[in-house]
Each structure stands twice: as C-alpha cells, then as structure tokens.
C-alpha cells in the first residue's frame, strides 16, 4: 500500500504482513467513516474522510472487496480513517436572490416561464444591507464562539451575488475583522468587472465558481438574459479573461451534462483552455437534475456516459486544464450538521436556511440570525441535505456506481501520467 496523508506529501509504504489473518474486516467501521474504495484496472483506490489517497493491490482485500484486517489497521496507523475536525466556519450567504438569468432549470426557481421565454418565477426577491450584515456577522461570532473556530470562510452566493457588489465588497471588508480566512464566491459572470475583481480578490476573495452549458450554442440557448433574452458565452468567457489580467483569481468551471449540452463538451473544452489562462482553471462535471420546477435530465448513468465522463476529464487534463480530485463521503460543513454547528446558509434578509438549495424558499426557513435556529422539533422536516431535494429516476445503487467508475478511471490517469 502507498499512502498519501493530508498533512504531508508523502507517507511511508505500508504493507500488510504475510501472517495477516485472511478474514476481511467488517466494513461497518470504514463506511461509517465516509470512506470509499473504488476498483481501478489495476489496483483498488481508498479515499480516507481526511482526503487522504492510498493505493491498495488487490491481495489487500478480501474477495468480497472488503479490507483484510492488515490493510485497515495500516491505514487506521496513517491516519487515513481519521476526519479532522472542521478548521473555519463555513458562512454561505446570499447577496442578493435575484438573478440576470433565467435558467429553466434552477432550483430557486418556483416553476416555468408559461410563455416559454426566459423569465421562470422566482423565489422573492431580497437584497443584502449593511444592517443584515451587521445582524450576520453578530450571529457568526456566536456560531464559531460555540465551535471553538477562530476562523472564518465566506462563500458569496445568490441568485446572482454580483447583482448586489456594494454587499459583496462590505461583507468581506467587515468579515476581516471576524476571523475571515477565504472566500469564494458562485456567479453566472456577466456581472464581473475588473475592476470589481481586483475589489474582491483585495478584501479575500480566492476563487470564483461560474457554470457552462455545454459549449456555445447549447450555452447560449439554456443560460439566457432574463429581461432582454440573448446568450452569455461570449460575455463570460470575455469577463473572465478580463479579470484574469487584473486580478489573482482562481476559476471553478461546473460543466452542466444534460440531454441538451452533452454533445458539445469536447469542443467547450478546446475553447476554455484556448481563451483562458488553463493553469487557473479547474473544472467538474456535473448532470442537471430535476428539483421539481418542470425541468426533466433524459440522460442516464450508463457506461456510455461514464465512458464520456473519463474522455472529458482526460481531455482536460491534457489541455493543462484542472479537475476535481474524488474525495471520500463527508458531510456538509453547513447542511450535514444540526443548528449550523459549523457552517450557516443565510438568505440576504437574514433568514436561515439548512442548505442553499432552500434558502429563500418559503416555509423552509429554520431561523433567523437576530433570533438563532428554531427548536428542532419545528425543523425538523424543513433540515434538508445537499441535493436532497432532486428527483431521479434512478436508484442510490446505479448513481453510486457511476461515480465510483468515473473517479476510479480519474485516479487510474492520473497515476498513469504522474499527476498524482
């Protein structure tokens, strides 16, 4: 076994000894822990729950794909069955829940445009103030008083956060006295200035995470101007280069993959690494789901998809450009832990929500940061987890599955090619 621990490069190689009992281990303990084993060509692969990596041959398992006993008490030795404890809190907050786009499928969205334009209802529209920010950042001192955390990470959220820079800009100003570590903010682009970028990235913003649709046509047909129509390709891809130049800024591409945008990856890919600088920009793929807004996603987890999944993320790696590591099963920092322990989604009017898929929702509200969380006992059906929320066709098993073939062949290449 070869072992990479979290907290350092390189880990001494393990070995199981000879004279290890040949009985696997239950795998109650290693599962609870969030870990994950996924079977490469030629070796297994597990995922500790601290993001550490390790490479298993298959005489370290069972032949039920369980781990020999030898196996787990080396990686139990190296850490890697360990979860650290959460080092910053993690704020979420929405800027602004209006948005410039009207995606069909966005999960703030209360329904479809009945006259098949670009304008789908909306959750209420709100904006940050410096009053609510001066109510969240009392509260946040109080949340991380009651973690033992001293410091502070900002995801800058909306609808559109850009929609509403003046709150973007006096939220991480002010952060910096809390405890503010990092921020990173989610927003379609179109709003991105350079000017606006060197503000941001000069008050603690490190990364900014914008979704394409495919390459140009497809994007230009699904994420469309709300008020006035019209495609946004050209404008975000300009924007970004724009902000590149001005300031530090590191780019997350989430590559939607659904029915309407899977056939136009290959060439989204030659046109990013081509118009940006490939060294700043990483990348994941991620299919559109069904929230119960009238969207439908046709395409299934099948081995052909799972097949494009891995020549995309190959095809990227070669363009230099970056891509997502698989990681263990870990809870959220802010919806996989009650009454915001370590984290906290706050709606810009200052309500609280267990997870961004529900903030500004109404009737999902589980508090308020003037008043604290509600009692459990009225949260308790409104408490709702990371996609949570998504309507699939397909059981936990098949989509399980998928993922462990599509990350299993990420960490096969990127072994192959040194990158590891």
């Known amino acids: 076994m070869s072992a990479t621990s979290p907290t350092s490069p390189t880990s001494p190689t393990s070995q199981t000894s000879p004279t290890s009992p040949a009985t696997p281990t239950s795998p109650t303990s290693v599962a609870a822990s969030g870990a994950r084993l996924l079977k490469g060509e030629r070796n ?36 890697l069955l360990t979860a650290p404890a959460p080092r910053n809190y993690a704020l979420t907050v929405l800027t602004s829940t209006h948005c410039n786009l009207g995606c069909g499928y966005c999960f703030q969205n209360t329904g479809q445009d009945s006259g098949g334009g670009s304008r789908p209802p909306r ?3 709100k904006r940050l103030t410096s009053r609510t920010i001066t109510e969240i950042l009392d509260f946040t001192d109080r949340q991380m008083a009651a ?21 973007c800009l006096e939220l991480l100003e002010r952060a910096a006295d809390h405890g503010l570590a990092s921020a990173w903010m989610i927003s379609n682009a179109t709003l991105l200035t350079p000017a606006l970028a ?38 975000i891809v300009g924007n970004l280069a724009r902000a590149s130049e001005s300031s530090p800024l590191r780019w997350m591409f989430r590559v939607n993959v659904s029915q309407e945008t899977y ?9 990013l690494a081509g118009a940006l600088d490939p060294a700043r920009c990483t990348l994941y793929f991620a299919q559109v789901g069904d929230v119960g807004v009238g969207y439908g996603n046709d395409l299934r987890h099948t081995s052909d998809l ?30 996989g832990h009650g009454d915001g322990r370590y984290g906290a989604v706050v709606s810009a009017d200052g309500t ?40 699939r066709d397909e059981d936990r098993r ?6 462990d073939s599509v990350d299993a062949a990420l960490l096969d290449y990127l072994d192959e090619t040194g990158r590891l």
Do not use: M
């Not at 955390?149 to 003046?166: Q, S, T, V």
């Not at 900014?208 to 140009?216: A, E, K, P, S």
């Open 263 to 271: 056939r136009g990856v290959d060439s989204l890919l030659d046109r």
């Open 147 to 167: 973690a033992e955390l001293a410091k502070l990470r900002i995801l800058l959220f909306g609808g559109e956060p850009l929609l509403n820079p003046r709150g």
């Open 198 to 235: 060197t503000g941001l990235a000069d008050r603690g913003l490190r990364s900014v995470q914008v979704t394409f649709d495919g390459d140009r046509p497809d994007h230009d047909r699904i994420r469309i101007r709300r008020a006035e129509g019209g495609g946004t390709f050209d404008t």
């Open 123 to 125: 959750i209420a529209r």
């Open 44 to 79: 297994w692969w597990f995922l500790g729950p601290g993001g550490g990596l390790a490479r298993l041959r298959p005489s370290q398992l069972a032949e039920d794909g369980t781990l020999r006993p030898g196996t787990e008490r080396s990686l139990r030795e190296h850490g």
């Open 352 to 391: 609280l929500a267990s997870c961004w898929e529900t903030a500004g929702k109404p009737d999902w509200e589980v508090g308020t940061v003037a008043g604290g969380y509600l009692p459990g006992t009225l949260t308790r059906d409104r408490w709702v987890g990371c996609e949570d929320l998504y309507r």
């Open 398 to 403: 098949t989509l399980a599955a998928f993922h």
């Open 306 to 335: 799972s097949a494009r999944f891995t020549r995309w993320q190959r095809r990227a790696l070669d363009l230099g450009l970056g891509v997502t590591r698989p990681q263990a099963r870990r809870p959220c920092a802010t919806c």
